[in-house]
C-alpha cells in the first residue's frame, strides 16, 4: 500500500504541474474544441507508456548514463516543444466557435501532437524514473510494474480530460477567443522556454 501511495502522489505532483502538455492541451481546447482537447488527453497518456516501457526495461539506465544518447534525446524534445510554441506565436488565423477551419487537425493528428509531445519531454523520463526507484525491486513482478504504468497514464488522461472540458466551455472558449491571439503568444513563448530551458545550462534544473 505505501508503494501504490508514493506512486501516487509523485504522479499526481508531476501531472498537475504546468507544463508542456497543459500548454498544449488547452490550446486544442480553446481553439479547436472539446474533442480535439480530449484526443489530445489521450495522446499524452499513451506517449507516457513510452517512458514507462523503457524504464521497466532498464533502457532509462543506458540513456542516463550517455551523456551522447541523452543529450540527443533532450534536443529532440526541445526541439518539438520549441516548434509547437513558434507555431503558436506565428499563429495569424482566426477561430470561430461553430464554423469548421481547414487548420483543425483530425483525431489522429491531435493525438499525435499530445502523444509526441509527452513522449519527447525529458522531464516525463525524470518523473516515470523517479516513481518507479521508489517501488521497483529486483524481484518486482512485471506485472505489477506495468500496472504503476497504467496508474500513471489513467492520472494523465483524466487530468488533461478535466482541462479539456474547461477550457472547451463555450463561454471559455468565447473569453479566451476574444484574446486569442495574446493568449496563442503566451502559449508559444512558454513552449520555447519550456523546451529552451531542456537544453540551456541552469535554466532546466
Known amino acids: ?58 533502457i532509462a539506465v543506458i540513456i542516463t548514463s550517455s551523456p551522447i544518447l541523452f543529450l540527443g534525446m533532450k534536443s529532440l524534445g526541445a ?11 506565428t499563429n495569424s488565423g482566426a477561430f470561430t466557435i461553430g464554423k469548421a477551419d481547414g487548420r483543425e487537425p483530425t483525431a489522429w493528428g491531435a493525438f499525435r501532437t499530445g502523444f509526441f509531445t509527452n513522449a519527447l519531454n525529458p522531464k516525463t523520463m525524470f518523473f516515470v524514473v523517479a516513481a518507479y526507484s521508489q517501488v521497483v525491486r529486483a524481484d518486482s513482478s512485471p506485472f505489477v510494474n506495468f500496472a504503476y504504468g497504467l496508474f500513471m497514464s489513467l492520472s494523465h488522461f483524466v487530468w488533461f480530460s478535466l482541462v479539456a472540458v474547461f477550457f472547451s466551455a463555450e463561454a471559455m472558449r468565447r473569453r479566451i477567443l476574444r484574446k486569442q491571439h495574446i493568449v496563442d503568444r503566451v502559449i508559444g513563448a512558454a513552449l520555447i522556454g519550456l523546451g529552451a530551458s531542456l537544453v540551456l545550462p541552469g535554466l532546466g534544473s
Open 79 to 89: 526541439g518539438y516543444l520549441i516548434y509547437l510554441g513558434v507555431r503558436s506565436l
Open 1 to 58: 500500500m505505501s508503494e501504490l501511495l508514493a506512486v501516487a502522489a509523485i504522479t499526481v505532483l508531476a501531472v498537475i504541474s504546468p507544463g508542456p502538455d497543459f500548454a498544449m492541451v488547452t490550446r486544442n481546447s480553446y481553439s479547436f474544441g472539446r474533442k480535439n482537447g480530449l484526443t489530445a488527453a489521450l495522446g499524452i497518456a499513451c506517449g507516457v507508456q513510452v517512458h514507462v516501457f523503457y524504464t521497466v526495461f532498464g
